[in-house]
């Protein structure tokens, strides 16, 4: 059951399109708190606000931020949407994003080729960016964020920068995801808009922030992977399994080949293609492997100036993450060039 608390906004630490960073007095356990201004409104100093503190005092990853309900200092809020596409549906904070399919209602139903890179934690989405813009810089990159995990795009520090950079050339929201260039009711059509309106040459498709798991086979998001890979497939598109995998994660199931990659390769249909780190995956019968040049993440992620890190972690304590990331990129833009 959730928790609600009221404070009082005492900082904007940062603000951009979507998101206000605040801090808070008068809520236990932590002053940090985010302010979602799509679905709530802005904020300012001195405004008493209404939070949700529950993940924050239950002590879960969400980096200590409690979020903004409700603004107290206004008796109403009305910002239109573009139509009548509901996201967060049938919740008290609903919102008419909108849906780009009602735009481009003709769209071709193939991908055309396009290779598409499934991730299972947002982390990943970074490292397959880099690699594939340092190799290939040319290429236009189209990343479709998942419901799987968080739900507004702003949240995502990660593509904020990459989307800044020219690192990713355009976002689709797909589900109840909101707030990319794009907004999309499913996976598979968000695929479409990226690749023929925004002319993506390579999809990305991944969660954002805040991978959802229970430590069972089955009981977590990232094997929502599976049917994005079939989905590419089935599409016209080229399946790209970005691995997960760790030399520096200590728990056991994700050591090695994570047992959610497992997982995922015992769920689809497909074959994707993958490169061989670890090398055992190429003996995988589920698999198509793509061999790729010498991977060095640090010095990829490093030569751009990008700090990413996985559940704490970055390139230097977990290169096998790291590393396979990066090869799923390497891997999709040898499927663009060598078709």
Not at 42 to 53: E, F, H, I, K, Q
Not at 99 to 123: I, K, N, Q, W
Request: one cysteine or more.
């Amino acid at each position: 059951m959730p928790t609600f608390r009221t404070g009082e906004v005492i900082e904007i630490l940062s603000e951009r399109p979507g998101l206000q960073r605040i801090r808070v007095a008068g809520v236990p356990r932590g002053d940090r708190a985010y302010c979602l201004t799509a679905v709530v409104g802005s904020v300012a100093p001195g405004d008493r606000v209404v939070l949700n503190t529950t993940a924050v005092e239950l002590g879960l990853g969400t980096g200590g931020w409690h979020v903004v309900h409700w603004n107290l200092s206004r008796t109403e809020l009305v910002q239109p949407g573009p139509d009548h596409v509901m996201k967060v549906r049938y919740t008290s904070v609903q919102i008419d994003a909108g849906t780009d399919e009602l735009r481009f209602p003709d769209l071709p139903e193939s991908l055309t080729g396009a290779p598409v890179v499934a991730c299972m934690v947002h982390s990943q989405v970074g490292v397959v960016a880099a690699a594939i813009k340092r190799s290939a810089p040319h290429l236009r990159i189209g990343y479709v964020m998942t419901d799987g995990a968080a739900l507004p795009l702003a949240l995502s520090d990660l593509v904020a920068e990459l989307h800044a950079r020219s690192l990713i050339d355009t976002t689709v929201t797909a589900g109840h995801a909101f707030g990319g260039d794009l907004e999309a009711v499913t996976v598979p059509s968000g695929m479409l808009l990226a690749r023929h309106v925004a002319e993506a040459d390579v999809l990305i498709v991944g969660m954002g922030p805040g991978v959802v798991g229970t430590g069972t086979k089955f009981g977590t998001s990232a094997i929502e992977a599976a049917a994005i890979l079939d989905a590419a497939e089935v599409m016209g598109g080229e399946p790209v399994l970005c691995v997960r995998a760790s030399s520096g994660d200590p728990r056991p199931r994700h050591q090695g080949v994570s047992h959610h990659t497992a997982t995922v390769l015992d769920l689809a249909g497909c074959r994707p293609w993958v490169a061989p780190i670890p090398p055992e995956l190429a003996s995988s019968n589920r698999v198509r492997v793509r061999p790729v040049g010498p991977i060095d993440a640090v010095a990829l992620l490093t030569g751009l100036g990008l700090t990413i890190q996985t559940m704490g972690r970055g390139p230097g304590d977990d290169p096998l993450f790291f590393d396979a990331a990066a090869a799923a990129g390497l891997v999709a833009v040898d499927l663009v060039e060598h078709p």
